[in-house]
């Protein structure tokens, strides 16, 4: 009995090791999405008022 309750628990840590990775993961992927989502979003406004000007400005030209 005592051989299986200190299996347990070794079998209880490496779960609690792989659950911290795993958050410690998807933490790290989260960020990253969030990351390239606030670049992505940057990049769209900044060229999208580019692009606008220039085509009323092309328009008010011809």
Do not use: D, Q
């Amino acid at each position: 009995m005592k051989k299986y309750s200190h299996e347990n628990t070794l079998w209880e840590k490496i779960r609690r090791a792989e659950t911290k990775e795993f958050i410690r993961k998807r933490i790290y992927y989260l960020c990253l999405i969030l990351f390239s989502l606030c670049i992505i979003i940057g990049i769209v406004l900044l060229f999208l008022p580019y692009r606008r000007r220039k085509i009323c400005c092309g328009g008010k030209k011809n």
